[in-house]
């Protein structure tokens, strides 16, 4: 009888517990998007009485949701600053990082462009306007337009350190907010060069060898391709064991969750 | 003669009106048409056996025994596409497999020889049965390097033109019989809608290159034909046979998916409909009237027949003015700011977080046109209903209201079409890519995706954008359709109104 009114408690806490928190909020990211759009549907067609909801803002607005208390899993396809670590403690909120996936950073241009290679050096030079012509880097007589992330994204920021050595980008860069602008900037003007995540190429544009080394899978998972990065997903201290946002932070350590990342486009972590 | 002057204006006057009237309705025609002619898509368009096997499987829905009957039907059309594939895969396999015994054969050989000479150098044999010896050995060489080049440009003109073919054909149809389940959705399935069946169809058979050989012009595309790289193979007849069976194959039908509004959607978007949108839009909507009306209708009645004209009034007045002025993502970025991070009416961002900030959006108009409306109403009345003995509060809630409804509800018909459009006061308050219908007490704390944001999500950050294009117009279609639905009923309603005051 004992055990039984025990097991009944249990089973009751378990229950609420599970009702209190169904609901898991993700704010951050483009690039991460896609992936954990792909984790939401999967995990919600799993936990019906879960409801994921996700919102990519850019990496920046997803770390201010996360010291603002405002989202569960901060999306970020950068590591989170110094500063933003300050504020989230000041507010008790710990930021842990999951690594979810790698990235490399393809330097895309439109596919009638005959340019196929660039140096990082080059496309540093290109960004700070001192290379403004295609003519320059062997391509035809076309003036370069050059297309950024907004800097609120973790896409710029990974840009901004691995390329362009923290230098100022030149005045006439185009900025737009997501990486599926990009991709739409680039693949309507012929003489754009842009920077997304790898998930986002497709055949409308083409991704260049930098330094030699084609943006895949391989390179990126090997470190050879040099604009690479890993994508993360924050949450605030470790989640609970056996909670909603446990089994949803841990689906990229799964075999469908390296799957869904491979499929999408990004490089799983665990593929050695 | 001035009067000459004064009938010109008015005639000029009438016919820059009937212009004015002209292009607008031009423009509306212009800008509805193509959203209703493509939004339409969304509902009714030709689908394929993909289509009706995703309703099946996602949605449980339509009749298994007479889709299994069909499904047999198409796997029998589509038998010869994958025979064809893999015995092409196993012909480049045995060839290989000649290649490299052939070679092996060679280099055993050569190491004979090898060993023959090395033995007669020892025992001091002739020198010229040495040379020959050795001669043979290296033609051996070089014929077994031919063999191993050979070889290795099997992979380049065989394998990866047929491995580029294997993932256009999947495109297609989806994934090859005996394959493992993909975890992902839109990887389960082929071509749903016959449209981008023809599309998918098209890049099996060409092959799309851009031609650089002009190095001071931007690249041209090329489209090769794909059977070019098989001629002579086994796969030859497999093109022909593509383009003439492609119907037995996907079985286009007319399709009605009315079911487009009510369905959730798979795999963001690339699969089902748009009901948590569509829900979302309405909470949004009706959240925002619930705030925004009685709030903007007691400041109307407080402005024109409490307060007393004087300085408090008029900066109220200007107040009101310069706030149907801010720009949109103001409010936005202040709905964030005071009703998330500051009051914190939900611990993330929330319908009604979403609602408040677009009361506020809309409290301007809201407030201005009620005004308008109660000072239409005439003096006589209000004079009439004091004159009998009435309070001002009576003759207010009386007289004055129900003769000024009808103004009041013009107001709310144009702010509701509002609410329900904008986009950027609720990106930060209550607006998200992926999410499930929300039950009516879950507005209180959790976030909707909804239709005006999702629009501009799904053309700007999805990563399949020109796959889904038809989500796309529909959800434009869908909302467009929702305002004029709001419109027209508010509309009728002010109508009964106003017939019932007359009468």
Redesign the interface.
Known sequence: MKIQILAMTAAATVAATAGASDKIVIDGSTTVGPIAKAFAEYYMAANPDVNITVSESGSGNGAKSMVNGTCDVAIMSRPMKETEFKAAADKGIQPVAHVVSLDGLPILVHPSNPVQELTVEQVRKIYLGEISNWKEVGGPDKAIVTISRDTNSGTYETFAKLVMNKEKIGGKCEYVGSNGAIRQRVQSTPAAIGYAGLGFVDKTVKALKINGIYPSAETVQTGEYPVARPLFMYTDGYPKLGTPLYQFITIHLTEDGQEMVEEIGFVPVTAY | MRLETRKLLDKAFSGLGLIAIAVMAMALLAILTPIIWRGSKAFVFKGTIEHRRVMLEQFDRGNSDRFNEELNLTAAARAPVYDMLEAFEAETAELEKTLEAQEDEKKTQAKVLKNQARALKREGGSEEEIARLEAEEDRLKAEAKALKEQARSLGETREEPYEALVDAVQELFGPMPGQKK????R?QYGQTRWDRTLVKLHEVMVE?E?D?SN???????VENPRIEKFRGTGLEPFFQYLEDHIDEMMRPKTTFYWQFITDTS???HIFGGIWPEVLGTIYLTLGAMIFAIPMGVIAAIYLCEYAREGRTVSFLRICISTLAGVPSIVFGLFGLAFF??TIQVS???SVLAGSLTLSLLILPTIIRSSEEAILAVPRAYKEAALGLGAGRWHTVMTVILPAALPGILTGVVISMGRAAGETAPI??TA??????P?KIW?TL?????ALPWNIY?L?????A??EIRHVQYGMVFTLVAIVLLLNLFAILMRARISKKLRG
């Open positions: 993909p975890v992902l959705i990887q799309e851009w650089y190095p001071d012009a931007m690249g041209v595309l798979k795999d963001s998330l991070n611990d993330s961002k990106i930060f607006a998200v890519s992926v999410g499930a929300l879950e704390n959790q976030p909707t995706p999500n053309c700007t950050e999805h990563e954008v020109d």
